[in-house]
Protein backbone atom coordinates (compact mmCIF):
# COMPACT_ATOMS: atom_id res chain seq x y z
CA UNK A 1 0.00 0.00 0.00
CA UNK A 2 1.49 3.09 -0.95
CA UNK A 3 1.37 5.78 2.10
CA UNK A 4 1.51 9.04 1.52
CA UNK A 5 -0.19 11.25 3.91
CA UNK A 6 1.20 12.62 6.98
CA UNK A 7 -1.80 14.35 8.23
CA UNK A 8 -4.19 13.45 10.53
CA UNK A 9 -7.50 13.28 8.75
CA UNK A 10 -10.99 12.44 10.58
CA UNK A 11 -13.23 9.11 9.62
CA UNK A 12 -16.34 10.29 8.29
CA UNK A 13 -17.51 6.72 6.47
CA UNK A 14 -19.51 3.83 7.83
CA UNK A 15 -18.92 2.17 11.08
CA UNK A 16 -19.71 -2.04 10.69
CA UNK A 17 -22.30 -3.25 12.84
CA UNK A 18 -21.57 -2.94 16.43
CA UNK A 19 -23.07 -6.70 16.83
CA UNK A 20 -19.97 -8.20 14.47
CA UNK A 21 -17.37 -6.43 16.42
CA UNK A 22 -16.62 -9.75 18.84
CA UNK A 23 -16.04 -11.03 15.65
CA UNK A 24 -12.33 -9.00 15.31
CA UNK A 25 -11.21 -10.08 18.27
CA UNK A 26 -11.58 -14.18 16.78
CA UNK A 27 -10.38 -13.29 13.47
CA UNK A 28 -7.18 -11.68 15.42
CA UNK A 29 -7.05 -14.69 18.24
CA UNK A 30 -7.61 -17.17 15.66
CA UNK A 31 -4.99 -15.78 13.38
CA UNK A 32 -2.54 -15.44 15.81
CA UNK A 33 -3.18 -19.10 17.19
CA UNK A 34 -2.49 -21.00 13.88
CA UNK A 35 1.17 -18.89 13.78
CA UNK A 36 2.17 -21.69 16.14
CA UNK A 37 3.22 -24.91 14.05
CA UNK A 38 2.78 -26.74 16.81
CA UNK A 39 -0.34 -26.30 17.47
CA UNK A 40 -1.96 -26.28 13.75
CA UNK A 41 0.20 -29.83 14.22
CA UNK A 42 -1.48 -31.01 17.04
CA UNK A 43 -5.01 -29.56 15.64
CA UNK A 44 -4.71 -31.68 12.50
CA UNK A 45 -3.76 -34.47 14.78
CA UNK A 46 -6.93 -34.68 16.55
CA UNK A 47 -8.31 -35.86 13.20
CA UNK A 48 -7.39 -39.02 12.83
CA UNK A 49 -9.77 -40.71 16.10
CA UNK A 50 -12.52 -39.41 13.50
CA UNK A 51 -10.95 -40.97 10.52
CA UNK A 52 -9.96 -44.00 12.47
CA UNK A 53 -14.01 -43.98 13.79
CA UNK A 54 -14.81 -43.19 9.70
CA UNK A 55 -13.24 -46.53 8.69
CA UNK A 56 -14.95 -48.63 11.33
CA UNK A 57 -18.02 -47.55 10.33
CA UNK A 58 -17.20 -48.61 6.76
CA UNK A 59 -16.09 -51.84 7.72
CA UNK A 60 -19.19 -52.43 9.82
CA UNK A 61 -21.29 -52.02 6.77
CA UNK A 62 -18.70 -53.58 4.13
CA UNK A 63 -20.19 -57.42 4.47
CA UNK A 64 -17.44 -58.09 1.43
CA UNK A 65 -14.77 -56.96 3.94
CA UNK A 66 -16.00 -59.10 7.17
CA UNK A 67 -16.51 -62.04 5.11
CA UNK A 68 -12.83 -62.03 4.04
CA UNK A 69 -11.97 -62.44 7.77
CA UNK A 70 -14.85 -64.69 8.35
CA UNK A 71 -16.39 -62.59 10.52
CA UNK A 72 -20.70 -61.98 10.21
CA UNK A 73 -21.80 -58.68 9.39
CA UNK A 74 -23.37 -57.98 13.36
CA UNK A 75 -19.78 -58.20 14.81
CA UNK A 76 -19.29 -54.72 14.86
CA UNK A 77 -21.99 -52.38 16.22
CA UNK A 78 -22.12 -48.93 15.58
CA UNK A 79 -24.42 -47.69 18.17
CA UNK A 80 -24.55 -45.16 21.41
CA UNK A 81 -21.40 -47.04 23.19
CA UNK A 82 -19.66 -46.75 19.56
CA UNK A 83 -20.21 -42.87 19.52
CA UNK A 84 -19.38 -42.17 23.61
CA UNK A 85 -15.92 -43.86 22.75
CA UNK A 86 -15.66 -41.42 20.01
CA UNK A 87 -16.19 -38.69 21.90
CA UNK A 88 -14.47 -39.60 25.04
CA UNK A 89 -11.28 -39.62 22.78
CA UNK A 90 -11.86 -36.40 21.37
CA UNK A 91 -12.99 -34.67 24.83
CA UNK A 92 -9.28 -35.52 25.97
CA UNK A 93 -8.03 -33.96 22.84
CA UNK A 94 -10.15 -31.19 23.24
CA UNK A 95 -8.80 -30.72 26.66
CA UNK A 96 -5.18 -30.97 25.30
CA UNK A 97 -6.09 -28.43 22.42
CA UNK A 98 -7.61 -25.93 25.36
CA UNK A 99 -4.55 -26.37 27.57
CA UNK A 100 -2.51 -25.77 24.83
CA UNK A 101 -4.30 -22.60 23.34
CA UNK A 102 -6.57 -21.44 25.99
CA UNK A 103 -4.13 -20.18 28.23
CA UNK A 104 -2.90 -17.16 25.74
CA UNK A 105 -6.04 -15.86 24.65
CA UNK A 106 -6.64 -14.09 27.69
CA UNK A 107 -3.72 -13.73 29.82
CA UNK A 108 -1.39 -11.79 27.19
CA UNK A 109 -3.79 -9.22 27.35
CA UNK A 110 -4.08 -8.74 31.02
CA UNK A 111 -0.65 -9.34 31.33
CA UNK A 112 0.53 -6.47 29.29
CA UNK A 113 -2.57 -3.92 30.14
CA UNK A 114 -4.25 -4.01 27.41
CA UNK A 115 -8.01 -4.04 28.55
CA UNK A 116 -8.15 -0.37 28.86
CA UNK A 117 -7.55 -0.11 25.10
CA UNK A 118 -10.70 -2.70 24.01
CA UNK A 119 -13.10 -1.37 26.77
CA UNK A 120 -12.70 2.86 26.09
CA UNK A 121 -13.64 1.66 22.43
CA UNK A 122 -17.62 1.29 21.73
CA UNK A 123 -16.65 -2.58 22.81
CA UNK A 124 -18.16 -4.27 26.05
CA UNK A 125 -16.65 -6.82 28.23
CA UNK A 126 -19.13 -9.45 27.43
CA UNK A 127 -18.03 -8.74 23.74
CA UNK A 128 -14.46 -9.30 24.45
CA UNK A 129 -14.99 -12.86 26.49
CA UNK A 130 -17.64 -13.63 23.56
CA UNK A 131 -14.83 -13.38 21.04
CA UNK A 132 -11.70 -14.71 23.32
CA UNK A 133 -14.09 -17.91 24.08
CA UNK A 134 -15.60 -18.16 20.15
CA UNK A 135 -12.15 -18.79 19.14
CA UNK A 136 -11.95 -21.93 21.57
CA UNK A 137 -15.70 -22.52 21.22
CA UNK A 138 -15.21 -22.87 16.92
CA UNK A 139 -11.64 -24.68 17.64
CA UNK A 140 -12.79 -27.99 20.03
CA UNK A 141 -16.33 -27.71 18.02
CA UNK A 142 -14.39 -28.49 14.81
CA UNK A 143 -12.71 -31.88 16.55
CA UNK A 144 -16.17 -32.65 18.55
CA UNK A 145 -19.66 -32.54 17.37
CA UNK A 146 -18.70 -31.40 13.96
CA UNK A 147 -16.83 -34.40 12.94
CA UNK A 148 -19.15 -36.28 15.20
CA UNK A 149 -22.39 -35.57 13.15
CA UNK A 150 -20.37 -36.36 10.49
CA UNK A 151 -19.42 -39.80 11.43
CA UNK A 152 -23.58 -39.73 12.39
CA UNK A 153 -24.16 -38.97 8.60
CA UNK A 154 -22.83 -41.45 7.38
CA UNK A 155 -23.72 -43.65 9.89
CA UNK A 156 -27.05 -43.10 8.70
CA UNK A 157 -26.79 -43.18 5.19
CA UNK A 158 -25.43 -46.78 5.51
CA UNK A 159 -27.81 -47.94 8.00
CA UNK A 160 -30.98 -46.31 6.59
CA UNK A 161 -33.70 -44.40 7.22
CA UNK A 162 -35.19 -46.75 10.51
CA UNK A 163 -31.93 -46.89 12.28
CA UNK A 164 -31.37 -42.98 11.76
CA UNK A 165 -35.43 -42.47 12.83
CA UNK A 166 -34.35 -44.81 16.12
CA UNK A 167 -31.10 -43.39 16.94
CA UNK A 168 -31.53 -39.57 16.28
CA UNK A 169 -30.95 -38.41 19.79
CA UNK A 170 -27.48 -39.80 19.26
CA UNK A 171 -26.84 -36.68 17.46
CA UNK A 172 -28.54 -35.10 20.08
CA UNK A 173 -26.39 -36.27 22.90
CA UNK A 174 -23.28 -35.27 20.24
CA UNK A 175 -24.26 -31.86 20.46
CA UNK A 176 -25.20 -31.87 23.87
CA UNK A 177 -22.15 -33.21 25.63
CA UNK A 178 -19.69 -31.26 23.38
CA UNK A 179 -21.50 -28.22 24.09
CA UNK A 180 -20.89 -28.88 28.18
CA UNK A 181 -17.51 -29.66 27.54
CA UNK A 182 -16.33 -26.95 24.96
CA UNK A 183 -17.90 -24.60 27.66
CA UNK A 184 -16.72 -26.06 30.67
CA UNK A 185 -13.05 -26.02 29.37
CA UNK A 186 -13.42 -22.60 27.50
CA UNK A 187 -14.43 -20.86 30.64
CA UNK A 188 -11.95 -22.84 32.77
CA UNK A 189 -8.93 -21.76 30.85
CA UNK A 190 -10.01 -17.73 30.31
CA UNK A 191 -10.97 -17.93 34.10
CA UNK A 192 -7.60 -19.14 35.03
CA UNK A 193 -5.46 -17.62 32.62
CA UNK A 194 -7.20 -14.17 33.90
CA UNK A 195 -6.28 -15.14 37.19
CA UNK A 196 -2.78 -15.65 37.06
CA UNK A 197 -2.04 -13.57 34.02
CA UNK A 198 0.81 -16.06 32.62
CA UNK A 199 0.44 -18.41 30.22
CA UNK A 200 2.40 -21.04 31.28
CA UNK A 201 1.17 -20.53 35.00
CA UNK A 202 -2.33 -20.98 33.49
CA UNK A 203 -1.86 -23.91 31.51
CA UNK A 204 -0.87 -25.60 34.28
CA UNK A 205 -3.00 -25.00 36.55
CA UNK A 206 -5.48 -26.68 33.77
CA UNK A 207 -3.93 -29.74 33.85
CA UNK A 208 -3.93 -29.21 38.12
CA UNK A 209 -7.70 -28.61 38.27
CA UNK A 210 -8.31 -31.31 36.17
CA UNK A 211 -5.93 -34.01 37.70
CA UNK A 212 -5.41 -32.63 41.33
CA UNK A 213 -9.12 -32.54 41.07
CA UNK A 214 -9.41 -36.30 40.16
CA UNK A 215 -6.73 -37.41 42.98
CA UNK A 216 -8.62 -34.81 45.48
CA UNK A 217 -11.97 -36.09 44.96
CA UNK A 218 -10.75 -39.98 45.06
CA UNK A 219 -8.88 -39.18 48.26
CA UNK A 220 -11.72 -37.32 50.14
CA UNK A 221 -13.82 -40.41 48.87
CA UNK A 222 -11.37 -43.20 50.29
CA UNK A 223 -10.49 -41.30 53.69
CA UNK A 224 -14.02 -40.27 54.51
CA UNK A 225 -15.53 -43.24 52.72
CA UNK A 226 -18.41 -40.86 51.15
CA UNK A 227 -19.16 -40.57 47.59
CA UNK A 228 -18.72 -36.51 47.64
CA UNK A 229 -15.39 -35.99 46.63
CA UNK A 230 -16.58 -36.74 43.29
CA UNK A 231 -18.08 -33.26 42.90
CA UNK A 232 -14.06 -32.26 42.95
CA UNK A 233 -13.38 -34.60 40.03
CA UNK A 234 -14.82 -32.25 36.63
CA UNK A 235 -13.58 -35.58 34.43
CA UNK A 236 -15.96 -37.29 36.80
CA UNK A 237 -18.63 -35.30 36.47
CA UNK A 238 -18.66 -34.46 32.89
CA UNK A 239 -18.67 -38.41 32.18
CA UNK A 240 -21.88 -39.34 34.52
CA UNK A 241 -23.31 -36.51 32.31
CA UNK A 242 -22.45 -37.87 29.21
CA UNK A 243 -23.08 -41.47 29.91
CA UNK A 244 -26.61 -40.36 31.06
CA UNK A 245 -26.87 -38.29 27.72
CA UNK A 246 -25.62 -41.79 25.92
CA UNK A 247 -27.91 -43.63 27.66
CA UNK A 248 -25.19 -45.80 28.55
CA UNK A 249 -25.32 -47.78 31.99
CA UNK A 250 -22.42 -47.08 34.16
CA UNK A 251 -21.83 -47.56 38.05
CA UNK A 252 -21.96 -43.90 39.25
CA UNK A 253 -21.39 -42.40 42.52
CA UNK A 254 -23.52 -39.24 41.53
CA UNK A 255 -26.61 -38.49 39.93
CA UNK A 256 -26.75 -37.25 36.74
CA UNK A 257 -28.55 -33.94 38.24
CA UNK A 258 -25.96 -33.63 40.56
CA UNK A 259 -23.61 -33.42 38.39
CA UNK A 260 -25.72 -30.91 36.48
CA UNK A 261 -25.61 -28.74 39.27
CA UNK A 262 -21.82 -29.31 40.03
CA UNK A 263 -20.78 -28.43 36.09
CA UNK A 264 -23.32 -25.37 36.27
CA UNK A 265 -21.71 -24.23 39.76
CA UNK A 266 -18.60 -24.31 38.06
CA UNK A 267 -18.96 -22.55 35.34
CA UNK A 268 -20.72 -19.95 37.44
CA UNK A 269 -17.43 -19.92 39.54
CA UNK A 270 -15.69 -19.17 36.32
CA UNK A 271 -17.65 -16.26 35.05
CA UNK A 272 -17.62 -15.15 38.36
CA UNK A 273 -14.14 -14.94 37.96
CA UNK A 274 -13.86 -13.87 34.69
CA UNK A 275 -16.35 -10.85 35.62
CA UNK A 276 -13.99 -9.60 38.45
CA UNK A 277 -10.82 -9.90 35.85
CA UNK A 278 -11.69 -8.78 32.77
CA UNK A 279 -12.01 -5.16 33.51
CA UNK A 280 -10.28 -1.80 31.63
CA UNK A 281 -8.93 -1.22 35.65
CA UNK A 282 -8.72 -3.27 38.83
CA UNK A 283 -9.68 -1.18 41.60
CA UNK A 284 -7.75 -1.55 44.81
CA UNK A 285 -10.34 -0.86 47.72
CA UNK B 1 -30.25 21.14 22.09
CA UNK B 2 -27.08 20.96 20.55
CA UNK B 3 -26.43 20.52 16.50
CA UNK B 4 -24.93 16.82 16.15
CA UNK B 5 -22.92 15.70 13.23
CA UNK B 6 -23.85 12.13 12.37
CA UNK B 7 -21.43 10.05 14.65
CA UNK B 8 -22.92 12.48 17.36
CA UNK B 9 -20.68 14.72 18.24
CA UNK B 10 -20.92 17.99 18.39
CA UNK B 11 -19.77 20.52 15.70
CA UNK B 12 -16.52 22.67 16.49
CA UNK B 13 -16.65 25.38 18.26
CA UNK B 14 -16.29 27.67 15.08
CA UNK B 15 -19.73 26.18 14.52
CA UNK B 16 -21.25 25.98 17.61
CA UNK B 17 -21.64 29.98 18.51
CA UNK B 18 -21.11 32.85 16.99
CA UNK B 19 -18.83 34.04 19.57
CA UNK B 20 -16.39 30.63 19.30
CA UNK B 21 -17.80 28.98 22.47
CA UNK B 22 -18.91 25.90 21.85
CA UNK B 23 -22.47 25.39 22.68
CA UNK B 24 -22.23 22.09 24.19
CA UNK B 25 -19.52 21.58 26.38
CA UNK B 26 -16.26 19.01 25.96
CA UNK B 27 -17.06 18.07 29.63
CA UNK B 28 -19.50 18.83 32.04
CA UNK B 29 -19.54 17.62 35.49
CA UNK B 30 -22.79 17.70 37.87
CA UNK B 31 -21.19 16.98 41.60
CA UNK B 32 -20.01 14.07 40.05
CA UNK B 33 -18.61 11.86 42.92
CA UNK B 34 -16.69 8.86 42.41
CA UNK B 35 -16.20 5.95 45.46
CA UNK B 36 -13.95 3.04 45.84
CA UNK B 37 -15.09 1.50 49.19
CA UNK B 38 -15.81 4.32 51.62
CA UNK B 39 -13.38 6.52 50.38
CA UNK B 40 -14.56 9.51 47.79
CA UNK B 41 -11.89 9.55 44.99
CA UNK B 42 -14.12 12.78 43.37
CA UNK B 43 -15.94 14.37 45.31
CA UNK B 44 -18.71 16.91 44.05
CA UNK B 45 -17.39 17.86 41.14
CA UNK B 46 -19.15 20.52 39.45
CA UNK B 47 -17.25 22.24 36.34
CA UNK B 48 -18.23 22.79 32.91
CA UNK B 49 -14.62 22.62 30.09
CA UNK B 50 -14.89 23.73 26.75
CA UNK B 51 -11.76 24.29 25.69
CA UNK B 52 -9.68 23.05 22.60
CA UNK B 53 -7.25 21.51 24.65
CA UNK B 54 -7.70 20.96 28.67
CA UNK B 55 -5.32 19.74 30.84
CA UNK B 56 -5.96 18.03 34.36
CA UNK B 57 -3.17 18.49 36.47
CA UNK B 58 -2.71 17.91 40.16
CA UNK B 59 -0.31 15.83 42.55
CA UNK B 60 -0.39 11.92 42.08
CA UNK B 61 -3.44 10.95 43.61
CA UNK B 62 -5.75 13.71 43.06
CA UNK B 63 -7.88 11.92 41.05
CA UNK B 64 -7.19 12.64 37.38
CA UNK B 65 -6.99 9.13 36.42
CA UNK B 66 -10.14 8.38 37.91
CA UNK B 67 -11.87 11.54 36.02
CA UNK B 68 -10.49 10.14 33.04
CA UNK B 69 -11.82 6.36 33.78
CA UNK B 70 -14.97 7.90 35.14
CA UNK B 71 -15.83 9.99 31.90
CA UNK B 72 -14.67 6.51 29.67
CA UNK B 73 -17.21 4.21 31.81
CA UNK B 74 -14.68 2.39 33.60
CA UNK B 75 -16.02 4.01 37.27
CA UNK B 76 -19.55 4.40 37.85
CA UNK B 77 -20.18 7.42 39.85
CA UNK B 78 -21.40 7.58 43.23
CA UNK B 79 -23.48 10.50 43.05
CA UNK B 80 -23.80 13.53 40.64
CA UNK B 81 -23.71 12.99 36.39
CA UNK B 82 -20.63 13.87 34.04
CA UNK B 83 -21.61 14.32 30.10
CA UNK B 84 -19.37 14.65 27.31
CA UNK B 85 -20.23 16.61 24.48
CA UNK B 86 -23.50 16.50 26.24
CA UNK B 87 -24.27 12.58 26.26
CA UNK B 88 -24.52 11.42 30.06
CA UNK B 89 -22.08 9.14 30.98
CA UNK B 90 -24.61 6.18 32.20
CA UNK B 91 -26.44 6.12 29.26
CA UNK B 92 -24.32 6.72 26.38
CA UNK B 93 -21.41 6.06 27.23
CA UNK B 94 -20.85 3.35 23.73
CA UNK B 95 -21.87 6.14 22.01
CA UNK B 96 -18.86 8.32 23.95
CA UNK B 97 -16.53 5.86 23.72
CA UNK B 98 -16.97 5.87 19.83
CA UNK B 99 -16.21 9.69 19.84
CA UNK B 100 -13.20 9.05 22.04
CA UNK B 101 -9.28 7.78 21.33
CA UNK B 102 -7.86 6.91 24.73
CA UNK B 103 -4.11 6.87 25.42
CA UNK B 104 -3.74 5.29 28.95
CA UNK B 105 -0.87 6.04 31.40
CA UNK B 106 0.14 2.65 31.72
CA UNK B 107 1.82 0.43 29.35
CA UNK B 108 -0.84 -1.01 26.90
CA UNK B 109 0.26 -3.35 24.19
CA UNK B 110 -0.06 -6.85 22.89
CA UNK B 111 3.70 -7.59 22.59
CA UNK B 112 3.74 -10.67 20.24
CA UNK B 113 1.34 -8.40 17.38
CA UNK B 114 3.09 -6.31 15.53
CA UNK B 115 2.14 -2.23 15.14
CA UNK B 116 0.31 -2.41 12.11
CA UNK B 117 -1.78 -5.43 13.07
CA UNK B 118 -2.93 -3.81 16.63
CA UNK B 119 -3.26 -0.50 15.22
CA UNK B 120 -5.73 -2.01 12.69
CA UNK B 121 -7.31 -4.37 15.23
CA UNK B 122 -7.99 -1.27 17.33
CA UNK B 123 -9.26 0.38 14.38
CA UNK B 124 -11.52 -2.41 13.52
CA UNK B 125 -13.06 -2.89 17.03
CA UNK B 126 -13.96 0.89 17.23
CA UNK B 127 -16.45 0.13 14.08
CA UNK B 128 -13.86 0.88 11.15
CA UNK B 129 -14.18 -1.51 8.24
CA UNK B 130 -10.97 -3.94 7.73
CA UNK B 131 -9.49 -2.41 4.61
CA UNK B 132 -10.17 1.00 6.21
CA UNK B 133 -8.42 0.32 9.31
CA UNK B 134 -5.58 -1.56 7.81
CA UNK B 135 -5.26 1.80 5.61
CA UNK B 136 -5.93 4.20 8.46
CA UNK B 137 -3.51 2.15 10.90
CA UNK B 138 -0.56 2.63 8.67
CA UNK B 139 -1.74 6.24 8.13
CA UNK B 140 -1.48 6.89 11.86
CA UNK B 141 1.78 4.97 12.56
CA UNK B 142 2.99 7.47 9.47
CA UNK B 143 1.48 10.34 11.51
CA UNK B 144 3.36 9.40 14.69
CA UNK B 145 6.68 8.62 13.28
CA UNK B 146 6.85 5.09 13.15
CA UNK B 147 6.70 4.15 9.79
CA UNK B 148 9.96 2.25 9.57
CA UNK B 149 9.53 0.43 12.91
CA UNK B 150 5.57 -0.29 12.05
CA UNK B 151 5.94 -4.36 10.90
CA UNK B 152 8.15 -4.71 14.39
CA UNK B 153 6.49 -6.64 17.22
CA UNK B 154 5.19 -3.99 20.09
CA UNK B 155 6.95 -6.38 22.45
CA UNK B 156 10.45 -5.11 21.37
CA UNK B 157 9.48 -1.37 21.42
CA UNK B 158 11.49 0.72 23.60
CA UNK B 159 9.33 2.69 25.88
CA UNK B 160 8.99 6.14 24.04
CA UNK B 161 7.95 3.99 20.62
CA UNK B 162 5.42 2.16 22.49
CA UNK B 163 3.83 5.88 23.92
CA UNK B 164 3.65 6.74 20.39
CA UNK B 165 1.99 3.67 19.19
CA UNK B 166 -0.45 4.09 21.37
CA UNK B 167 -1.02 7.54 20.15
CA UNK B 168 -1.22 6.02 17.17
CA UNK B 169 -4.30 3.25 18.29
CA UNK B 170 -5.94 6.63 20.32
CA UNK B 171 -6.27 8.56 16.88
CA UNK B 172 -6.99 5.58 14.07
CA UNK B 173 -10.53 6.05 14.20
CA UNK B 174 -10.70 9.64 14.11
CA UNK B 175 -11.87 10.39 17.53
CA UNK B 176 -13.47 13.79 18.18
CA UNK B 177 -12.03 13.74 21.71
CA UNK B 178 -8.33 12.61 22.58
CA UNK B 179 -7.57 11.68 26.20
CA UNK B 180 -3.87 11.32 27.13
CA UNK B 181 -3.36 10.06 30.41
CA UNK B 182 0.55 10.98 30.95
CA UNK B 183 1.33 10.80 27.51
CA UNK B 184 5.20 11.84 28.08
CA UNK B 185 5.57 9.32 30.80
CA UNK B 186 9.36 8.03 30.99
CA UNK B 187 10.23 10.24 27.89
CA UNK B 188 13.84 11.61 26.83
CA UNK B 189 13.90 15.24 26.38
CA UNK B 190 13.65 14.91 22.90
CA UNK B 191 11.16 12.09 22.30
CA UNK B 192 9.15 14.54 24.78
CA UNK B 193 9.54 17.53 22.57
CA UNK B 194 8.09 15.28 19.79
CA UNK B 195 5.80 14.24 21.68
CA UNK B 196 4.29 17.75 22.81
CA UNK B 197 4.75 18.88 19.31
CA UNK B 198 2.68 16.16 17.95
CA UNK B 199 -0.69 17.09 20.70
CA UNK B 200 -0.01 20.69 19.89
CA UNK B 201 -0.02 20.00 16.01
CA UNK B 202 -3.27 17.58 17.03
CA UNK B 203 -4.95 20.61 18.86
CA UNK B 204 -4.30 23.41 15.77
CA UNK B 205 -5.67 20.90 13.62
CA UNK B 206 -9.11 21.66 14.64
CA UNK B 207 -10.63 17.98 14.02
CA UNK B 208 -9.95 16.58 17.40
CA UNK B 209 -10.20 18.41 20.86
CA UNK B 210 -7.54 17.46 23.59
CA UNK B 211 -7.66 16.51 27.59
CA UNK B 212 -4.50 15.87 28.86
CA UNK B 213 -3.71 14.32 31.83
CA UNK B 214 -0.44 15.20 33.67
CA UNK B 215 1.62 15.96 36.82
CA UNK B 216 4.22 17.99 34.70
CA UNK B 217 2.97 21.35 34.21
CA UNK B 218 5.42 22.20 31.51
CA UNK B 219 3.53 19.85 29.10
CA UNK B 220 0.01 21.56 30.53
CA UNK B 221 1.27 25.41 29.68
CA UNK B 222 2.49 24.22 26.37
CA UNK B 223 -0.57 22.16 25.19
CA UNK B 224 -3.12 23.21 26.93
CA UNK B 225 -5.54 26.47 26.97
CA UNK B 226 -7.80 25.48 30.28
CA UNK B 227 -6.68 24.08 33.36
CA UNK B 228 -8.71 22.29 35.87
CA UNK B 229 -6.47 21.39 38.94
CA UNK B 230 -7.27 18.97 40.74
CA UNK B 231 -6.74 18.59 44.52
CA UNK B 232 -7.52 15.36 47.06
CA UNK B 233 -10.75 14.68 44.18
CA UNK B 234 -11.71 18.07 44.19
CA UNK B 235 -11.27 21.17 42.32
CA UNK B 236 -8.92 23.36 43.38
CA UNK B 237 -8.84 25.54 40.62
CA UNK B 238 -9.81 26.50 37.24
CA UNK B 239 -8.21 28.32 34.63
CA UNK B 240 -8.65 29.14 31.55
CA UNK B 241 -5.14 30.37 30.04
CA UNK B 242 -5.41 31.85 27.38
CA UNK B 243 -7.06 34.40 29.03
CA UNK B 244 -4.40 33.97 31.80
CA UNK B 245 -2.16 35.13 29.08
CA UNK B 246 -4.10 37.61 27.79
CA UNK B 247 -4.55 39.50 31.27
CA UNK B 248 -0.71 38.65 31.78
CA UNK B 249 0.38 40.82 29.28
CA UNK B 250 -2.03 44.09 30.63
CA UNK B 251 0.06 44.20 33.90
CA UNK B 252 2.91 45.69 34.05
CA UNK B 253 5.75 46.57 36.95
CA UNK B 254 8.12 49.94 36.76
CA UNK B 255 10.96 50.49 38.39
CA UNK B 256 11.90 54.26 37.58
CA UNK B 257 14.68 57.15 38.35
CA UNK B 258 13.04 60.64 38.39
CA UNK B 259 9.24 59.85 38.33
CA UNK B 260 6.89 61.97 40.15
CA UNK B 261 3.60 62.84 39.95
CA UNK B 262 3.66 64.35 36.80
CA UNK B 263 4.29 61.15 35.12
CA UNK B 264 1.33 59.32 37.20
CA UNK B 265 -0.78 61.83 35.84
CA UNK B 266 0.24 61.54 32.37
CA UNK B 267 0.19 57.79 32.60
CA UNK B 268 -3.13 57.91 34.61
CA UNK B 269 -4.87 60.23 31.66
CA UNK B 270 -4.25 57.23 29.11
CA UNK B 271 -6.50 55.12 31.10
CA UNK B 272 -4.26 52.96 33.01
CA UNK B 273 -4.75 52.26 36.68
CA UNK B 274 -1.67 53.02 38.78
CA UNK B 275 -0.30 52.04 41.89
CA UNK B 276 3.04 53.87 43.14
CA UNK B 277 5.53 52.73 45.86
CA UNK B 278 8.79 55.32 46.08
CA UNK B 279 10.22 54.53 43.01
CA UNK B 280 8.19 51.04 41.86
CA UNK B 281 4.81 51.66 39.86
CA UNK B 282 2.10 49.27 39.43
CA UNK B 283 0.20 49.52 36.34
CA UNK B 284 -2.92 47.79 34.52
CA UNK B 285 -2.59 48.99 30.46
CA UNK B 286 -6.07 49.97 29.21
CA UNK B 287 -6.99 48.77 25.81
CA UNK B 288 -4.60 49.83 22.78
CA UNK B 289 -2.00 50.81 25.08
CA UNK B 290 1.45 49.29 24.60
CA UNK B 291 4.90 49.36 26.95
CA UNK B 292 5.72 51.61 23.72
CA UNK B 293 3.44 54.43 24.94
CA UNK B 294 4.75 54.46 28.42
CA UNK B 295 8.75 54.95 27.45
CA UNK B 296 7.28 57.82 24.69
CA UNK B 297 6.03 59.38 28.44
CA UNK B 298 9.03 58.38 30.26
CA UNK B 299 10.81 60.22 27.06
CA UNK B 300 9.28 63.69 27.19
CA UNK B 301 9.45 63.54 31.37
CA UNK B 302 13.13 62.16 31.16
CA UNK B 303 12.23 59.49 33.73
CA UNK B 304 14.48 56.66 33.24
CA UNK B 305 12.97 53.10 33.53
CA UNK B 306 15.54 50.94 35.06
CA UNK B 307 13.11 47.89 34.81
CA UNK B 308 9.97 46.70 33.26
CA UNK B 309 8.00 43.63 33.40
CA UNK B 310 5.30 41.82 32.72
CA UNK B 311 3.85 40.16 35.21
CA UNK B 312 3.38 37.13 34.20
CA UNK B 313 1.74 34.41 36.86
CA UNK B 314 2.99 30.62 35.29
CA UNK B 315 0.93 27.49 35.59
CA UNK B 316 3.31 26.99 38.23
CA UNK B 317 2.47 29.79 40.46
CA UNK B 318 -1.30 29.22 39.48
CA UNK B 319 -0.97 25.21 40.72
CA UNK B 320 0.91 26.32 43.79
CA UNK B 321 -1.58 28.71 44.70
CA UNK B 322 -4.14 26.13 44.57
CA UNK B 323 -2.40 23.75 46.35
CA UNK B 324 -1.91 26.24 48.99
CA UNK B 325 -5.48 26.97 49.07
Known sequence: MAVYRRNYRPYTGALTPAWTRFLVLFRYSRRNLFRSKLLTGFFVLCFFWPLGCLAWIYVAHSVSFLAKFGLPPQVVSIDNKFFLLFMSVQGVLAFLLTAFAGPGLVSPDLANGALPLYFCRPFSRAEYVLGKSSVLAILLS??????????????????????????????????????????????????????????????ALLLAVMFFG??????????????????????????????????????????????????????????????????????VR | MSTLTQAGAPVSSEQGSPTG?????????????????????????????????????????????????????????AAGSARVFGHEIGRDIKLIRGLVGYMPENDAFISKMNAVSFVQMMGELSGLPSSVALERAHEALFYVGLAEARYRKLGTYSLGMRQLAKLAQAIVHGPKLLILDEPTNGLDPSARQRM??????????????????????????????????????????????????????????????????????????????????????????????????????AAEQQVRIRRMNFRRDTLEDIFLKAMES
Open chain 1, 142 to 203: QITWIPGLVLFAIQASFAGAAWTWDNLWIAGSLIVSSLIWIAILSLLAMALSAWVKWRVVAG
Open chain 2, 196 to 297: IRMIREIRDGQEMRIVLCSHLLRDVEDTCDEVLILKQGRIAHYSNLDEERRANKRFLELETYGANGDFTAAIEKLGCECAVAANRMKMVLADGIEARDIFKI
Open chain 1, 214 to 283: AGFGEAINGVLRIQGGHFFNLVYLVATVWTNLFLVDGDRGITAGQAWIAILVYCGVCLWLLIRKVRAYEV
Open chain 2, 21 to 77: IPAVPLIDLQGLTVRFGHRDILSSLTASLRGRAIGLLGPNGAGKSTLINTLLGFHKP
